[in-house]
């Protein structure tokens, strides 16, 4: 190979590896590496609005490829901007490079405009920070990509000192970074799983999103039925297991979950499979005493003064569950029948009311128009809640949510990204117009690349979550209100044309013409947020 400069390098690199977009806010020190870009075939540079916004269409790629997303920030304000989705991919387990400008060797050391130390920064919040050279641009890259997607994926940051872009190298990464395979679990643990679950006589199975990676909703669903179990889903395990389900038993911490925890206080084992507990802490919903067997490719994390560790099974998951499988056992002693006339009874609740229009209709007609391979990506606020417990999500990917960083602008980000990394499929996000506000710049990113998302805006002028705790401490509402009264404002933001509904036929008719046309269309849904009030924040604990 002849030489190339590092900016080549790179960017060859990231293109051999299957990476398709970079985004971000450009600087002077970025010049060559976006010049590169622009000469590669293969891979784009995205410029967005925001750093931010930025790092979420980054993290949304890594997770709907398996690919590292990859985003730029310059010095300082670009780099602590970057960090809000970086953190994101980390807490949401997706594979991501963040790239930030860095100091020369000299001024690292000295006060200096916008100089702050990247590598401090970045440290906490990524799976391994690190600095680039000129002499091993290809073995950083791959060793960057490695851990990304190993383990429970995250964030990677690597500096770029100024001025190194245009010195030579010969090193460029190879293809695809693969996973590293994990070892199949240790064999006194599944040992201990199988003896624990089969003295148990009411378990109950409890999926994370590790399940989701290690792609074993065929097995989760044999053993539930084999055995007569339910399952519980943490929020980003949705579509593991249809929502219509004999033994599906609803979605941990959000809106029900009180209906949801009827079910789980009468287990008596808890098989965590692929349960990761930055969603949600097992203390938050487990009843004390309650026993746990984790079956995951790290080890539990749990209260043990609270919480017996009957197994923790470390390893190649699929493996783990073969043992289960093969268990010569009776079915256990669960009333399945009553815990599907539970789950029917909890979406009555989550039905529609009659008497106004609210978010429950609005996500019912929304899921009546977009496709069943359609992918929503929603941003996080009360309407998320619901979401988590109401929406039907026929497979892992079509829903796209942040849950264990919860990252309020997330939303439209996410479904740009969606759409770059899908342009066939149809996208929307599900916005409250707090969250909207967050990242409205980003419209012009998708006005610039031509996508046709559809942005549905619950405009009800209210933090509905903050607001309804502030009235069950009888606090005034206070700092909540969006806004006194009206919508988001004008015909078009950003060039981006809107139009405002105010009931279910309305909706349905603008979405209809929305996902039919050319480029991002914002539909405004005028909503009564009380409905949220008697759904979201119960307890999950009985």
Excluded at 90 to 109: G, H, K, N, V
Excluded at 266 to 288: H, K, Q, S, T
Excluded at 292 to 306: G, H, L, S, Y
Excluded at 348 to 362: E, I, M, T, Y
Aim: charged fraction near 15%; charge should be negative; glycine fraction near 10%.
């Amino acid at each position: 190979m002849t030489d190339l400069t590092v900016a080549q390098a790179l960017v060859t690199s990231l293109r051999d590896m299957g990476v398709r977009h970079v985004f971000g806010v450009p600087s002077g020190g970025w010049v060559d590496y976006m010049e590169a870009l622009r000469t590669t075939d293969g891979i784009d540079f995205v410029l967005t609005s925001h750093e931010g916004g930025a790092s979420f269409m980054a993290d949304v790629c890594g997770r709907l490829t398996g690919v590292p997303g990859v985003c730029f920030g310059t010095f300082g304000p670009g780099a602590t901007n970057l960090s809000t989705g970086v953190g994101g991919a980390t807490l949401d387990r997706s594979p991501l490079i963040a790239l930030t400008d860095e100091m020369t060797a000299p001024m690292r050391t000295r006060t200096t405009q916008m100089g702050i130390d990247h590598q401090a920064l970045f440290r906490p919040i990524t799976k391994w920070t690190t600095r680039l050279e000129a002499g091993s641009v290809g073995a950083t890259l791959a060793e960057a990509a490695h851990v990304a997607v190993s383990g429970r994926p995250g964030a990677v940051h690597i500096g770029l000192p100024v001025g190194l872009s245009a010195a030579q190298t010969m090193q460029v990464a190879g293809a695809r970074p693969v996973p590293a395979v994990p070892a199949k679990a240790d064999a006194a643990a599944i040992d201990a799983l199988v003896a624990a679950f089969g003295a148990a006589e009411k378990p109950i199975l409890a999926i994370g999103l590790g399940a989701v990676r290690a792609g074993v909703a065929d097995q989760v669903i044999a053993l539930a039925e084999r055995f007569g179990l339910p399952i519980v889903l943490t929020p980003m395990a949705k579509g593991m297991v249809p929502e219509t389900h004999a033994h599906y038993a609803g979605v941990l911490f959000h809106a029900l979950s009180d209906v949801v925890g009827q079910t789980h206080a009468e287990a008596d084992l808890v098989v965590a499979i692929g349960y990761d507990p930055v969603e949600f802490n097992f203390e938050g919903w487990m009843r004390d005493g309650l026993a746990i067997a984790n079956v995951d490719v790290e080890p539990v994390d749990i209260d043990t003064a609270k919480h017996p560790v009957a197994a923790d099974v470390t390893g190649d998951i699929a493996t783990s569950l073969d043992a289960l499988l093969a268990l010569d056992a009776a079915p256990k002693g669960w009333n399945m029948a009553a815990v599907a006339a539970r789950m029917a009874g909890m979406f009555q609740r989550l039905a529609p009311d009659s008497n106004r229009f609210g978010p429950c209709a609005a996500l019912d007609v929304l899921r009546d128009v977009l496709p069943a391979d359609g992918i929503m990506a929603c941003d996080v606020g009360a309407h998320t809640h619901l979401i988590g417990q109401k929406w039907p999500t026929p497979a892992p990917g079509t829903q796209i949510m942040s849950n264990g960083w919860s990252s309020m602008g997330f939303g439209v980000p996410a479904a740009i990204a969606a759409k770059l990394c899908r342009p066939d499929t149809p996208v929307c996000a599900v916005v409250g117009d707090g969250g909207f506000l967050m990242t409205v710049g980003e419209l012009a990113t998708a006005v610039r690349e031509k996508l046709n998302i559809v942005i549905v805006v619950f405009t009800d002028n209210d933090l509905a979550l903050i607001r309804i705790k502030q009235e069950k401490k009888a606090n005034p509402i206070y700092g909540t209100p969006v806004r006194a009264t009206g919508t988001i404002g004008g015909p078009s933001l950003f060039g981006v044309p809107v139009v405002t509904v105010a009931d279910p036929d309305a909706l349905r008719a603008a979405l209809a013409d929305a996902f039919a046309a050319d480029g991002p269309v914002i539909v405004e849904a005028l909503l009564d947020s009380r409905e949220y009030d008697g759904l979201v924040l119960h307890k999950d604990k009985p």
